[in-house]
């Protein structure tokens, strides 16, 4: 089955320093990216969706300076988070969209701790 | 109003009982409905997929759409300990759509 990987699974990084996740798609192309970050006791709110050669589409609320993604391949999406403040402390999860899209798989998720 | 409305529990139950996870919505466009599985500080799996109505059973789990009254469940038979994680139901409009809609999730502990 389709599989994305996502790395670091853990990070803490000081407070103004910027941090980088990579989620890829190891057995399939993935056309399509999805970024959600997830609060304790919380559902998943979908941060941006990006399209592997073109800019990613931001939801509401959702500073696209300050969480910068890239998609330059078919297999590869990053996320950075720039400046990090002690809020954005969070669990981040991607979702890639396979080619023919039958199917999304998320990533094992990234627990971003800001100090 | 939500779009999607989930009891985040928790849920205890011994090993062996049947387990009834339940989600309602709002938006009668929602055609595909998903339940997924999310084990602590792990990214969520998926464990059911439906298309419309009905019913659709894989081993011990079983999941119901009932679109006239816009409400899903997921149940799960003879649980075990194993089955202990948080479920989430998730939603989306057409096959297009890219948004999924999430509920909170429900929490879940399975006694031996």
């Known amino acids: 089955g389709a599989v994305v990987s996502q790395h670091p699974s853990w990070v803490i990084c000081k407070s103004g320093t910027s941090v980088k996740i990579e989620c890829r798609s190891l057995d399939f192309q993935a056309t399509t990216m999805f970024w959600y970050r997830q609060f304790p006791k919380q559902s998943l709110m979908l941060m941006a969706t990006s399209n592997e050669g073109s800019k990613a589409t931001y939801e509401q609320g959702v500073e696209k300076d300050k969480f910068l993604i890239n998609h330059a391949s078919l297999t590869l999406s990053t996320l950075t988070v720039t400046s990090a403040h002690p809020e954005d402390s969070s669990f981040y999860i991607c979702?890639?969209?396979?080619?023919?899209?039958?199917?999304?798989?998320f990533g094992s998720g990234t627990r971003l701790t800001v100090v | 109003q939500k779009e999607v409305e989930q009891d985040p529990g928790p849920l205890s139950v011994p090993e062996g009982a049947i387990v009834s996870l339940n989600c309602t919505y709002s938006n009668s466009a929602f055609q595909y409905f998903m339940w997924y599985r999310q084990y602590s500080r792990k990214g969520p799996e998926l464990l059911m997929y439906?298309?419309?109505?009905g019913n659709k059973e894989d081993g011990r789990f079983t999941a119901q759409v009932d679109k006239s009254s816009k409400y899903i469940s997921l149940f799960i038979r003879d649980s075990q300990p194993s089955d202990s994680a948080t479920y989430l139901c998730?939603?989306?409009?057409?096959?297009?759509?890219?948004?999924?809609?999430f509920g909170t999730g429900t929490s879940l502990t399975v006694i031996p």
């Open positions: 998730a939603m989306r409009e057409g096959n297009t759509g890219n948004q999924f809609y």
């Open positions: 439906t298309y419309s109505s």
């Open positions: 979702s890639a969209r396979d080619s023919k899209g039958l199917g999304y798989t």
